[in-house]
């Protein structure tokens, strides 16, 4: 039977390392971008969001860059701590403050 | 300012069973979301308030799901009867409004297992 979703892309980088996360989007239409970080056992954490009219913006420690050309966004984790490790999902928001959810990758900071 | 509350925090019962799991938005947020979680995948929308409103249930299964927001405050959402596929955790959000590009807050979930 089908199992995707239940073997989530893992990324593994050494404790003050630079992350990137990778995320494709399938509707070109949609012109907002999230990126929420999700710990064990808790609910989505807002991290940095960015706009289609933008292809780069800057928050603390992260930045996430987007290229509407190949519907593509990143986020870029600078200094990763040990903290960091969680799941880390994209989000296209669509009419309405709808959130279509991609699949996440799993980040494991080695110390 | 106080988070999203969700309760209870886990439940484990029998399929056919009822279930209902209860939620409280951060205070002022006019945009309330149920959202499905399977284990490994991202969150789904299941329905989505403006006040007491329903803005969008196109992805509630309504042959078993229902919700509520009565006052437009707290909502509840049920299933009733269970099956063994909706184990997953049940994530509540908030939003300020229902604008484009307002960002959700979500709340800790419900685990939910269906034996």
């Known amino acids: 039977g089908e199992s995707v979703g239940l073997h989530l892309p893992t990324l593994s980088v050494q404790e003050g390392d630079n992350s990137i996360i990778n995320c494709a989007y399938s509707?070109?239409?949609?012109?907002?971008f999230i990126w929420y970080k999700q710990e064990s056992g808790k609910g989505p954490q807002f991290i940095i969001d960015i706009r289609s009219n933008m292809d780069k913006r800057q928050g603390q420690r992260v930045t996430v860059l987007l290229n509407k050309t190949v519907k593509h966004l990143s986020l870029q984790i600078a200094a990763t701590q040990p903290g960091d490790s969680a799941v880390y999902f994209c989000a296209e928001g669509g009419g309405g403050n709808k959130l279509t959810f991609g699949t996440g990758t799993q980040l494991k900071v080695e110390l | 300012e106080a988070g999203v509350a969700q309760s209870p925090r886990y439940k484990i019962i029998e399929k056919r069973q009822s279930v209902a799991f209860w939620c409280n938005p951060i205070s002022g947020h006019a945009t309330l979301y149920w959202y499905q979680q399977i284990l490994g995948q991202g969150p789904k929308l299941l329905i989505q308030f403006q006040n007491n409103g329903v803005v969008d249930d196109s992805q509630l299964p309504k042959d078993r799901f229902s919700a509520e927001r009565l006052k437009g405050v707290d909502s509840t959402l049920k299933i009733q009867p269970a099956k063994l596929e909706d184990s997953a955790v049940y994530l509540c959000a908030s939003s300020g409004g229902q604008g484009r590009r307002e960002t959700q807050y979500f709340g800790p979930g419900t685990r939910l297992l269906v034996l």
């Open positions: 509707n070109s239409a949609s012109d907002y």
